[in-house]
């Protein structure tokens, strides 16, 4: 009796796992990193997190969680509430089209990051200058998706351990 509600819970820890991931993610992305020329940035974690386990396993990261954590992150960077969610599940749904067209090779994988952060940061810069109903700065959102870029290898492989040695062994 009690192994099997452990090995439940232990399952629905799995099946949750990346969504707890991306809500730390949320967290950690709201502290500011300093870089030359007095520019804070904050890297998109939440972002890595939802691109990589939509490359991986879309089944674990579906669009309801995405939302939650692009609120979760609108309501914790102070941006217009829905923009990072819609942000999010866009970049879910082109990970999705591209794992199928171009399969999960890290490398390739970080060269198809690339682009989608590029394309969701230009999102963002978009609907956040329409919102505001003015052109905002684009070398913030440029800054922070080089950064974002520079740091998806590092996630990218805690990740890809993560899965290995945790989601996977929870959900046999």
Same mark, same amino acid.
Request: glycine fraction near 6%.
């Given at each position: 009796?009690?192994?099997?509600?452990f090995?439940?819970f232990?399952?629905?820890v799995?099946?949750?796992? !990346?969504?707890?991931?991306?809500?730390?993610?949320?967290?950690?992305?709201?502290?500011?990193?300093?870089?030359? /020329?007095?520019?804070?940035m904050?890297?998109?974690?939440?972002l890595?997190?939802?691109?990589?386990?939509?490359?991986?396993? /879309?089944?674990?990261?579906?669009?309801? !969680?995405?939302?939650?954590t692009?609120?979760?992150?609108?309501?914790?960077?102070?941006?217009?509430l /829905?923009?990072?969610? &819609?942000?999010?599940?866009?970049?879910?749904?082109m990970?999705?089209?591209l794992?199928?067209? &171009? /399969?999960?090779?890290?490398f390739s $994988?970080?060269?198809? &990051?690339?682009?989608t952060?590029?394309g $969701?940061?230009?999102?963002?810069?978009?609907? $956040?200058s329409?919102?505001?109903?003015?052109?905002l700065?684009?070398?913030? &959102?440029?800054?922070?998706?080089?950064?974002?870029?520079?740091?998806?290898?590092?996630?990218?492989?805690?990740?890809?351990f993560?899965?290995?040695?945790?989601?996977?062994?929870?959900r046999?």
């Amino acid at each position: 009796m009690v192994v099997s509600i452990f090995s439940r819970f232990i399952r629905w820890v799995g099946r949750r796992l !990346p969504f707890l991931l991306a809500l730390i993610a949320c967290i950690a992305a709201i502290i500011p990193m300093r870089l030359p /020329g007095d520019l804070e940035m904050t890297p998109l974690y939440p972002l890595m997190v939802v691109f990589f386990w939509g490359m991986h396993r /879309g089944d674990l990261m579906t669009p309801a !969680p995405i939302f939650f954590t692009g609120l979760f992150y609108d309501l914790l960077s102070g941006a217009p509430l /829905g923009l990072w969610a &819609f942000v999010f599940l866009v970049v879910h749904a082109m990970a999705l089209v591209l794992r199928d067209t &171009f /399969g999960r090779v890290l490398f390739s $994988a970080w060269a198809l &990051f690339a682009v989608t952060c590029i394309g $969701a940061c230009f999102l963002a810069w978009a609907i $956040a200058s329409i919102y505001d109903w003015t052109l905002l700065n684009p070398l913030n &959102f440029v800054v922070q998706a080089l950064v974002t870029i520079g740091l998806y290898p590092f996630f990218g492989f805690a990740f890809a351990f993560v899965e290995r040695r945790v989601v996977v062994p929870m959900r046999a």
